[in-house]
């Protein structure tokens, strides 16, 4: 603890007296200062005892010390020393009537005690607080970098919140609570995830000071919203990867804050490791996949050995992902919220996950099924919408050329097929505008959708062209004629009476058809493409 007036007056070779304001002695004093300044009010900090002897005061005039006093405790002084014997053989009664009406203590300092006496007290305590808040700040230092060798992030997390006594909660990259100590703290960590978001989009290092609000009446600890907390961000990039909570019911101390600092240290350490860690489970990863699309699973499962776990013995789904350049995030790189959404799904739920880089590309295996998967899904959707509303992403707005393909179940020998079906999906999510396609889908729906491709298009009015001009010419309707025919699968009569035309009639059309296109109707393949042109220039 910092000195006191109180600790000031009790020490027992000072000698000093309380004159005034006995119900305040327990204010930290900052420093002593002495001032025989009529007005010393510009040269004080706050936190000050002042020594006085009362010089160039007149010190018996009532309104005069009045004035005086206001002003020093206006500027934040705790306290005033008087030394008696000096200039006045006692306090006059004029400040110390002030000092009471004021409430500002007043401490009567005997001839016997000089200034520098007290100025070294001070001085020595401050000295003895510090040095007792940097020993326990070392020795929190030692305990949470025991605990967090021995039991990891959730020990240090534990460690961490006995020290300051209150307590404290880490966050992943996403945003989501990966730890909390105690137990109960979970439910007060999960509601800062708005305040966290905002932090993670500054650059890092970065903190906020989230403080008590009001809230229902809490029924238990977990309900607490009359706490202030602290929030810092943890990582050295300029995008944070995690982020630290620390609750308490006050601001902390010089100890408390020694072992914040030394958790944030740890968990940045931690999260380095991690991201190095992370940089070669990728180059790993990259190996794999490349084995895996070559054909060769079992290279594959051997260098992978358990660091994939199950991820390649069970059905997965590859997804390709794609993104125009303007689309990057903070980093530049247009993929950092979908891996982080897919990484952070995963790890919570305990999944293995393969995510590669591949060029201007993103390539995941994900769990058929699985958490990652979903969060790929639900994801991609946010964007959906905020396009469709007219926004450019979820939150940030980052990733607003995103375009993703997911692949069918697949197992490792069909994994090179299923990338093929992922790539596919996202060709077909970029023609039709879309975030997100899943292969199966493309199998369940129909394959018009497909004909709105402008190559298509210009196909079909080629084709169709020349029939289109001899209609023009009122000679005949060899273009609706066609479509009933071919409607028809053939069937003259079926056809005809759809036309209201006499069958011969329809026979002939079809005969001047082949005439005008120089092709056989009796060859599938054209009819097959004289039906999806004729699709496709319906369609528009």
């Known amino acids: 603890?910092?000195?006191?007036?109180?600790?000031?007056?009790?020490?027992?070779?000072?000698?000093?007296?309380?004159?005034?304001?006995?119900?305040?002695?327990?204010?930290?004093?900052?420093?002593?200062?002495?001032?025989?300044?009529?007005?010393?009010?510009?040269?004080?900090?706050?936190?000050?005892?002042?020594?006085?002897?009362?010089?160039?005061?007149?010190?018996?005039?009532?309104?005069?010390?009045?004035?005086?006093?206001?002003?020093?405790?206006?500027?934040?002084v705790v306290g005033l020393g008087f030394a008696v014997g000096v200039n006045y053989e006692d306090i006059p009664k004029a400040l110390v009537d002030a000092a009471e009406e004021e409430g500002l203590p007043l401490l009567e300092?005997?001839?016997?005690?000089?200034?520098?006496?007290?100025?070294?007290?001070?001085?020595?305590?401050?000295?003895?607080?510090?040095?007792?808040?940097?020993?326990?700040?070392?020795?929190?230092?030692?305990?949470?970098?025991?605990?967090?060798?021995?039991?990891?992030?959730?020990?240090?997390?534990?460690?961490?919140?006995?020290?300051?006594?209150?307590?404290?909660?880490?966050?992943?990259?996403?945003?989501?609570?990966?730890?909390?100590?105690?137990?109960?703290?979970?439910?007060?960590?999960?509601?800062?995830?708005?305040?966290?978001?905002?932090?993670?989009?500054?650059?890092a290092p970065a903190s906020a000071v989230v403080g008590g609000g009001g809230g229902p009446e809490r029924s238990g600890p977990d309900d607490r919203h009359d706490d202030r907390v602290e929030?810092?961000?943890?990582?050295?990039?300029?995008?944070?990867?995690?982020?630290?909570?620390?609750?308490?019911?006050?601001?902390?101390?010089?100890?408390?804050?020694?072992?914040?600092?030394?958790?944030?240290?740890?968990?940045?350490?931690?999260?380095?490791?991690?991201?190095?860690?992370?940089?070669?489970?990728?180059?790993?990863?990259?190996?794999?996949?490349?084995?895996?699309?070559?054909?060769?699973?079992?290279?594959?499962?051997?260098?992978?050995?358990?660091?994939?776990?199950?991820l390649l013995d069970a059905p997965f789904r590859v997804i390709v992902a794609d993104a125009t350049p303007a689309s990057g995030g903070a980093d530049g790189d247009p993929f950092d919220g979908l891996t982080e959404v897919v990484e952070s799904a995963a790890a919570r739920a305990g999944e293995a996950v393969l995510v590669v880089p591949e060029g201007d590309r993103l390539v995941a295996l994900v769990a058929d099924g699985g958490a990652a998967a979903q969060a790929c899904a639900q994801y991609t959707a946010s964007l959906e919408s905020a396009r469709a509303a007219g926004g450019t992403g979820p939150e940030s707005g980052d990733e607003d050329g995103l375009v993703v393909g997911l692949s069918a179940p697949a197992g490792p020998i069909a994994a090179?097929?299923?990338?093929?079906?992922?790539?596919?999906?996202?060709?077909?999510?970029?023609?039709?505008?879309?975030?997100?396609?899943?292969?199966?889908?493309?199998?369940?729906?129909?394959?018009?959708?497909?004909?709105?491709?402008?190559?298509?298009?210009?196909?079909?009015?080629?084709?169709?062209?020349?029939?289109?001009?001899?209609?023009?010419?009122?000679?005949?309707?060899?273009?609706?004629?066609?479509?009933?025919?071919l409607s028809r699968h053939g069937q003259w009569d079926a056809a005809a009476a759809d036309l209201g035309v006499h069958r011969h009639t329809l026979r002939y059309r079809m005969r001047r058809v082949e005439e005008i296109l120089g092709r056989s109707l009796d060859d599938p393949d054209v009819r097959m493409e004289l039906w999806l042109a004729l699709k496709t220039t319906s369609a528009e």
């Open 1 to 76: 603890m910092p000195p006191t007036l109180a600790s000031l007056v009790h020490h027992s070779a000072l000698k000093l007296t309380v004159r005034a304001g006995e119900d305040r002695l327990d204010v930290p004093v900052r420093w002593a200062h002495v001032s025989e300044l009529a007005d010393p009010v510009p040269y004080m900090e706050g936190g000050e005892l002042l020594l006085i002897t009362a010089l160039k005061l007149d010190a018996e005039d009532p309104e005069a010390m009045r004035r005086y006093v206001r002003r020093l405790a206006k500027a934040g």
């Open 109 to 203: 300092v005997p001839r016997r005690t000089p200034f520098l006496a007290i100025s070294k007290a001070v001085s020595a305590a401050i000295a003895a607080d510090q040095y007792r808040a940097v020993t326990a700040g070392f020795a929190a230092q030692r305990e949470l970098t025991k605990q967090a060798l021995t039991d990891g992030p959730q020990g240090l997390l534990r460690a961490l919140a006995a020290q300051v006594d209150g307590w404290a909660a880490l966050y992943d990259a996403s945003g989501a609570v990966v730890g909390a100590a105690p137990e109960w703290a979970g439910r007060r960590a999960g509601r800062l995830t708005a305040e966290v978001e905002r932090l993670r989009e500054r650059p």
């Open 231 to 310: 929030l810092h961000s943890l990582g050295t990039g300029r995008r944070p990867r995690a982020a630290l909570a620390v609750g308490t019911a006050s601001a902390l101390g010089t100890a408390e804050r020694y072992a914040v600092h030394s958790a944030i240290a740890l968990l940045t350490l931690t999260t380095e490791r991690s991201r190095s860690l992370n940089a070669a489970q990728q180059r790993i990863g990259a190996a794999v996949l490349c084995m895996l699309l070559a054909g060769e699973p079992d290279h594959a499962r051997a260098v992978a050995g358990d660091l994939y776990g199950g």
């Open 416 to 485: 090179a097929a299923a990338y093929k079906q992922a790539e596919q999906a996202l060709s077909v999510a970029r023609r039709r505008g879309r975030v997100f396609v899943e292969h199966e889908q493309l199998a369940a729906g129909s394959v018009l959708p497909l004909l709105a491709d402008d190559a298509v298009k210009a196909f079909a009015d080629g084709l169709l062209r020349a029939l289109h001009e001899h209609d023009a010419t009122g000679r005949g309707d060899l273009v609706a004629s066609l479509r009933a025919w």
